[in-house]
């Protein structure tokens, strides 16, 4: 089954200096672990919301705005994706990326259109 | 044949005992907690309307299980012509993938697969104890698949509109579905985790049932039976478990003084006015050796420490006997484990039990400072009495005040009414 992992963190809480080489080094150690596994799908990481822009159309009206929409706390720094066993296996996963000491992992299954013969899942819980 | 007995009583007794077992084989062989569920259902149904004029069948629990394994394949033939009518309407993506998720054909035409295997209740109580479900939707869904209990029933125990708890029930179900929750025994790496969780559901089923608040005490006795059933249950699928057997044994250690916990107008007697003739003897004696079992394997959990506290407190002839040096060492073991104000506030009563009303105060004080129960009544009560114990009545006054303004439960508020106005007239 497929799952995002969407790696949201403060951003002001962002290790730096020798901090920040050791998270950069385990996030490779990371997706080389993945890859390993053969169920890495994707994976990047953002820059900062400072960055952002969000777009609304409205009325149809396209409005343009600086920064994200609401001032949260946590923001959307990278993201997974991963062909997982199953939602154990996915917050196993989860658990171990750098970024869930500091800030948390949002897991979220992939819809997929014509799951029956689409998906490599296991037929687990309650297929249907 | 079996003795000529009422078949309606066999077939709601057997319900009671069996659904969850037929539910969780048939979830793991139809992947499918609805089909399961209903096909179950129709079963028993089936069973009330023959049984009656064509007698009992030899192994009631094989025929249900056979008789909701034949209703599953009708449904899924059923769903397959729909399928195929579907089809021309250009539907055919989302139900073939139904479909073909649970092919009867394939899974459950041989007799083999739906041999229960012992495994099958216990693969579902960890699946409807999943971390990823909400706790309420842990609760509804265990007693709903496991217990047998009605959606109506489970309702009224919590209060809740039976809309509301319809709907938990399908969002968890479709959770356990779409973030694909798997259907069975957590890995050992997980297991003390996951099965701590477990024991929590058990546990707040349990005391749902046996806190004095509100609702129906029919249903809540219900409810209460219906955790200790499972909480045996789970003993008996993981017997080397010592805080599963730590659970069972203080559920039954508190369960023993139920009769005896409330009066003539149903309300509220504290354990040192309970008579003590009233409290169920074997239930004391079956929880103790459950709990000596437990504490034989030499792994020391909370729920083994409770289930101790619990059994010092039936051990005790009069409330005098009450050994409360060892109750108070106790709780002090179970602050190590769960460091919360609220265990700190036991362990404050315990020790002024054992020691007298100062030292308690010390602790009680000690909790006042930090703060954070400041908004829990048997925090300014117990404050209270430890107050009035020392003759500081005016102070003991304002605590008494205090917790009244926190409780809205009407027995509490008459028993602390008659505190406060027996410190304020001394």
């Known amino acids: ?128 | 044949m079996l003795p000529p007995t009422d078949p309606h009583a066999v077939v709601d007794q057997l319900f009671r005992e069996e659904s969850g077992r037929v539910v969780a084989t048939l979830i793991r062989v139809l992947g499918d907690f609805d089909l399961a569920e209903e096909a179950v259902q129709e079963a028993f149904l089936t069973a009330l309307e023959t049984w009656p004029s064509r007698g009992i069948p030899d192994n009631p629990g094989a025929w249900i299980m056979t008789t909701a394994r034949n209703r599953a394949i009708d449904r899924l033939r059923r769903r397959k012509r729909l399928a195929e009518k579907a089809e021309l309407l250009g539907r055919e993506a989302a139900i073939e993938a139904e479909v073909a998720a649970v092919d009867p054909e394939a899974s459950i035409d041989a007799e083999s697969d739906v041999s229960p295997i012992a495994d099958d209740r216990l693969r579902l109580i960890f699946t409807c104890c999943h971390p990823a479900l909400a706790i309420d939707a842990r609760v509804a869904l265990t007693l709903r698949t496991l217990g047998g209990l009605s959606t109506p029933e489970i309702a009224r125990a919590f209060l809740v509109p039976e809309v509301t708890l319809a709907q938990r029930l399908v969002r968890a179900k479709r959770k356990i579905r779409d973030a694909g929750i798997p259907y069975r025994v957590p890995p050992d790496h997980d297991l003390p985790e996951r099965l701590d969780g477990v024991l929590r559901v058990l546990y707040l089923v349990f005391n749902e049932g046996y806190g004095a608040s509100s609702g129906d005490r029919l249903i809540r006795r219900e409810l209460s039976t219906e955790a200790i059933r499972l909480g045996r249950v789970l003993v008996d699928l993981m017997p080397d478990e010592p805080e599963a057997l730590g659970l069972l044994a203080l559920m039954l250690l508190h369960d023993a003084r139920r009769e005896a916990r409330t009066g003539g107008d149903g309300e509220l007697v504290l354990l040192e006015d309970q008579d003590r003739g009233r409290w169920n003897r074997p239930r004391i004696d079956e929880g103790r050796e459950l709990l000596e079992r437990a504490l034989r394997m030499r792994r020391v959990g909370p729920m083994q420490l409770q289930a101790a506290i619990a059994a010092l407190h039936d051990d005790a002839e009069t409330p005098a006997d009450t050994d409360w040096q060892e109750i108070a060492g106790l709780y002090a073991a179970l602050r190590r484990i769960e460091p919360t104000p609220i265990v700190e506030l036991n362990r404050a009563v315990a020790v002024a039990m054992a020691l007298g009303p100062e030292a308690g105060l010390r602790l009680v004080d000690a909790l006042v400072a930090g703060g954070e129960l400041d908004t829990y009544p048997y925090l300014h009560a117990a404050r209270a009495d430890l107050l009035r114990r020392l003759g500081r009545s005016s102070e003991a006054a304002a605590a008494y005040t205090r917790a009244l303004e926190l409780t809205a439960n009407e027995a509490e508020r008459t028993f602390l009414d008659g505190r406060l106005a027996e410190v304020a007239s001394g």
């Not at chain 1, 949201?8 to 080389?32: C, H, K, R, S, V």
């Not at chain 1, 919301?49 to 994200?68: F, I, K, W």
């Open chain 1, 1 to 128: 089954m497929r799952y995002l992992l969407l790696i949201y963190t403060q951003e002001q809480l962002e290790p730096t200096g020798d901090a920040a080489g050791a998270e950069f080094a385990a996030y490779g150690a990371f997706t080389n672990e993945v890859r390993d596994r053969g169920i890495y799908q994707a994976g990047e990481a953002l820059r900062p919301t400072t960055t952002a822009t969000t777009v609304r159309v409205r009325d149809g009206q396209t409005v343009t705005t600086d920064g994200p929409f609401a001032e949260t706390k946590e923001a959307l720094g990278g993201f997974y994706m991963v062909d997982a066993t199953d939602l154990d296996d996915a917050i196993q996963l989860a658990a171990k990326i750098p970024g869930a000491k500091h800030g948390s992992i949002e897991i979220r299954p992939i819809f997929e259109y014509g799951a029956a013969e689409g998906s490599s899942s296991e037929a687990v819980g309650a297929a249907g």
